[in-house]
Each structure stands twice: as structure tokens, then as C-alpha cells.
């Protein structure tokens, strides 16, 4: 296994048949974002190696079949100061409490400020792996795995839906649903390239998600709602709670997408991953982890006009 390197882990790229003559003609066509200036700088650097790891030159000649591996750099990365706590850590697992805003692994131009690298750096624990996923813009509590050769045992867990897991959410109030109520629908991709929808219902196809939400109290135009996911879909919660007509408080993915402009830090998505529970494979014990974290309602409420 190639090393992890201040916190980052190698992205690996396949070698397919073709007509390059040099590793460096293959890189720039494959990555056309990257100029040869910026590869032979990285080459140089040591940061482009093979599967042994070794260093690959720019004039190396190109052999297919193989695998390439590359340290990846975000240039002019902005800092991000929302901070993560670990709630808890043993031999097998760490727990983390992220806050808003901080994705959970590295993409697209997250890399040094994301959850995983942080806590890599933070532990010294280089393959500390995350074991299940929530939005960047959800806060709350996300496991991680400290030892490879546990995590196929904790995925299962997902896998089996042997996992409770409990959400908050704050979102506008309809006196005329009856809570509690469960949202089952079919979840495809959608259009837009950052949304989920329902299909729509057919009786001869079974839904693939499933959601249980409990309203716990109402203030005004707005309440907050307890969910839990019976099903673990992309957007689920934010789907289905936009489908009700109660688009969670700060949502800009849904029901509509908002063009993206920066983070509004006094204006967060209002839903927290609250709690986390399930007995763990390899001690046979009862796990419970909770966050830390509230969600507040808006200073200013806001009007069921101004949803969305």
C-alpha cells in the first residue's frame, strides 16, 4: 500500500490501450485541466509514482495495463475555520462531531480542509477511513474506521441497515400533515447534475428509500422535526422533506437549486446528524454516539412565502 502524505492518500488512474509515447502525453490528455508545466512540476516532485511507488518521469515511456498513481495538490485552497471535535476513539473507531460547511473527504477543491485529512494529520493515523458519508453542509456525527481489515465488517452494518441513525432538522410547519409519517419513494438522479427526485409512484416497483419523521415542536412558521432513515439514498432526507413541502431551512439544492456563491455561515443548512447506533461486529457491544451540536431557528423567522 502507498503511503499516505500529510494527510492525503494517492488517487490512482488506470492505463488503458492507446498511442502515447510518453507517462507525461498520456497525463496531459487524460487531465486536461492540468497543463505538462504543472505534471513535470509534480513529476520532479515525486508526487506521480507507479504501483511500487517508484518516481515517474516526464519522458518515461507509456506501458498500458497498469496503474498510475498521483498525490493530488489544490492550489490556493481557502482555509476553512469551522473545527470538528472527536467525541470518542478507541483501538477500532474514531467518532467525529463535524460542523457545517467542512466536507467529510477530499474532492473537486476540498482537499487539506476536509474532515478525514484533518483528523489523519490531528491522530496520526494514516488509514483512518470513513465509514459513511453526510453532506458537507450537514453537521453531526461521522464514523471512521482506524484499521483497514475492520472495514468491510462496518460496512456490512450499512449494508444490512443494522445502523440507527437519527437526524434534526428545522423546516417550515403544515398543520395539515399528521406526524409522525413515513416518506417512501423511488430516488433517481435528476436533471440537474447536484439533485435527487422522485419518480414517480408505480406499483409494480418497490421504493428504495424510506424515511420516518417525527415533528418534536413548532415555533411560529417553522418546527423541528426528528428523522430517521430506513434507507441510506443520496439527498434522501432533504428530498423527501422538500417533497412534503418543508424544504429544510437553508437547503440551496432543494426544491430548488440556488446558484452557488459561498458558504452563508449565519444562514447553515438546519439539519444535524443527532445520533448513531449499533452493536459492533468485531466487540459484540452496544455503540451510541451523539452529537454535541443544536440547530437554532432563524433571529428572523422566515415567512412559508420565502421557501426554497
Known sequence: MLPV???????????????????????????AAICAAEWCARMAAGDVVDSEGRRVAPEQPYVPHGRLYYYRTVANEAPNAAQACVLFEDELLVVADKPHFLPV????NYLQETLLVRLRRKLGVDALTPLHRIDRETAGVVLFA???????????????????????????????????????????????????????????REPNSRTEIELLETRGAQARYRLRPLSGRRHQLRVHMAAL??????????????????????????????????????????????????????AVPLEPSSRG
Request: a positive charge.
Open 5 to 31: 502524505r500529510d494527510g492525503v492518500g494517492p488517487s490512482r488512474v488506470a492505463l488503458p490501450a492507446g498511442g502515447w509515447a510518453c507517462m507525461l502525453d498520456f497525463l496531459v490528455e487524460r487531465f
Open 105 to 108: 473527504t477530499p474532492s473537486g
Open 146 to 204: 482506524k484499521q483497514p481489515a475492520t472495514c468491510a465488517g462496518y460496512h456490512a452494518l450499512f449494508v444490512r441497515r443494522e445502523v440507527a441513525k437519527t437526524y434534526q432538522a428545522i423546516a417550515p410547519c403544515d398543520a395539515s400533515l399528521r406526524f409522525p409519517l413515513t416518506r417512501a419513494s423511488t430516488l433517481v438522479t435528476s436533471d440537474q447534475f447536484m439533485q435527487m427526485r422522485e419518480a414517480p409512484a408505480d406499483a409494480s
Open 245 to 298: 413541502g418543508l424544504p429544510i431551512l437553508g437547503d440551496r439544492i432543494y426544491p430548488r437549486l440556488l446558484p452557488q456563491g459561498g458558504d452563508k455561515i449565519d444562514n447553515p443548512l438546519r439539519l444535524l446528524a443527532e445520533s448513531i447506533a449499533f452493536r459492533d461486529p468485531f466487540t459484540g457491544e452496544h455503540r451510541s454516539f451523539a452529537s454535541r451540536q443544536q440547530l437554532h431557528f432563524p
